[in-house]
């Protein structure tokens, strides 16, 4: 990992001699009133998110049982690697696409086929799993797929910075996923029957509306663009450079899960429901600083085009600074009341642990550390680079999730997460240090030859 690496090392972008397909990128305003700030329908949008998806987890907890979370948790777990390994990094490569190499039709049309293969891959492993937790793998699979196609669809939002039409599709989606689950479970108390009700809410969200807002901000795009010259070609060249960023996205979700997964085997669905009640409270926060994140990539990857290297380390340091003050506020809480918390919000099942929760709340600084130097790595397109890290991180959270929940359980699954983002977390500070570096030293001696 700590290899000096030159540029042709990297599958970036600008090594290729392809000619942009469209001029430089500019803003793209649809003619409807009342335009916000992109941060603020960013926050609306992820706050909206982040409440009702862990609605979801609340309703199953208070109306289910923790059986019922266990198989849904296991369904995310289950089917996040496969879909996330198939999307191929694709919205990160069209944010950074400054130049315009690929029609955003060539992103469209991969993204597509590349969901069908993932489907394909989840039904192949819920066939393994048998009727009952095979069954609600394969709903989650399906709605995870249909929301890959429109994250397509909102990595083309956030390149235009439209973050308002992002913030509809993601509310839209979450709040019909909850309200149609509630529904469904109130009517059959069947998780398999409730968890249709993502697939219904994916639908509507993530692709009607994507594709309804896609047409209207961008008429005749993709539908009309006129056919590209070597679509095959170009096809494989696209998936060339974004297939390292596909196989660190899926290692790094395979390698965050390997705790659930092994206290599954370990204790069964049961403690992998209460572990996933429990966390949830915390993961939400994921949701807020992957948006802040992809807020950001844009401004990061400009500055970093424009060699404003400075410029862009001072801002990653400040995200991160940030968000670990944030996990220390979260550690500070969970400890003065964890208990009374998981009492109000989830009931006595779940009451008893505060000490889980405050564990797990240490997770918080360093997953949004982590979001935003991914995005910094990003920015500059050293995309090789992550996907050494993700198979370095796999290993060390292999060997500590094994070891410590043979020995603790639910308390050594938590742990074992702690200690994995942690470690992450340095080996991507120096990732990124040496990345900037890198980038310094070639622009000095570019200088040096003028």
């Known amino acids: 990992m700590a290899r000096s690496q030159s540029p042709t090392d990297e599958p970036a972008i600008v090594e290729t001699t392809a000619q942009p397909l469209r001029p430089p990128l500019r803003r793209v305003r649809l003619s409807l009133p009342g335009q916000t700030s992109n941060v603020a329908w960013n926050l609306l949008g992820l706050f909206g998110s982040a409440v009702t998806q862990w609605g979801v987890i609340a309703l ?22 496969v879909v996330l390994l198939a999307s191929l990094g694709l919205r990160v490569v069209l944010v950074t696409d400054t130049s315009g190499q690929f029609a955003f039709r060539e992103y469209l049309r991969l993204r597509t086929a590349a969901m069908v293969v993932a489907v394909t891959a989840v039904g192949v492993i819920a066939a393994m799993r048998g009727l009952g937790d095979g069954t609600v793998i394969m709903l989650i699979g399906i709605a995870k797929a249909i ?21 509809t599709s993601m509310i839209m ?49 993709p539908s009309r663009t006129p056919q590209l010259p070597g679509g095959i070609r170009r096809a494989s060249t696209l998936v060339r450079i974004a297939l390292p960023v596909g196989l660190a996205s899926g290692l790094n979700s395979f390698s965050g899960n390997v705790p659930r997964y092994l206290l599954e085997h370990r204790s069964g669905t049961g403690a992998l429901g209460i ?17 802040i994140a992809q807020t950001a990539l844009p401004k990061m990857s400009d500055l970093y085009s424009r060699g404003a290297l400075r410029a862009l380390s001072s801002l990653t340091s400040r995200l991160v600074l940030g968000s670990l003050a944030l996990g220390t506020g979260a550690v500070v809480g969970a400890l003065l009341g964890g208990d009374a918390a998981l009492r109000l919000v989830y009931g006595n099942t779940y009451a008893q642990q505060g000490h889980l929760l405050a564990i797990l709340a240490a997770s918080v600084g360093f997953s949004g550390a982590l979001f935003f130097l991914n995005s910094a790595i990003s920015a500059t397109r050293k995309f090789g680079r992550q996907l050494a890290a993700s198979l370095a991180m796999l290993a060390v959270n292999v060997v500590v999730s094994l070891t410590l929940i043979s020995a603790h359980g639910l308390t050594g699954a938590a742990w074992a997460l702690v200690a994995a983002l942690g470690c992450e977390a340095v080996l991507k500070v120096v990732m990124f240090r040496h990345a900037l570096a890198t980038s310094a030293n070639l622009s000095a001696t570019a200088q040096h030859r003028a």
């Open 60 to 81: 199953l907890a208070r109306f289910g049982s923790p059986t019922m979370v266990g198989q849904y948790a296991l369904g995310l777990a289950t089917t996040a690697p």
């Open 173 to 221: 989606n979450n709040v019909a996923t909850l309200l149609l689950m509630a529904v469904l479970l109130s009517l059959t108390q069947d998780i398999a029957w409730t968890t249709a009700g993502s697939v219904a809410g994916s639908t509507l969200g993530s692709l009607l509306y994507c594709r309804w807002a896609a047409r209207r901000l961008e008429p005749g795009v």
């Open 275 to 291: 572990f996933a009640v429990v966390a949830y409270a915390t993961v939400v926060t994921n949701i807020l600083f992957a948006g």
């Open 147 to 167: 929301d890959g196609v429109g994250d397509i669809y909102c990595g083309r939002f956030q390149q235009l910075l439209h973050m308002r039409l992002i913030a």
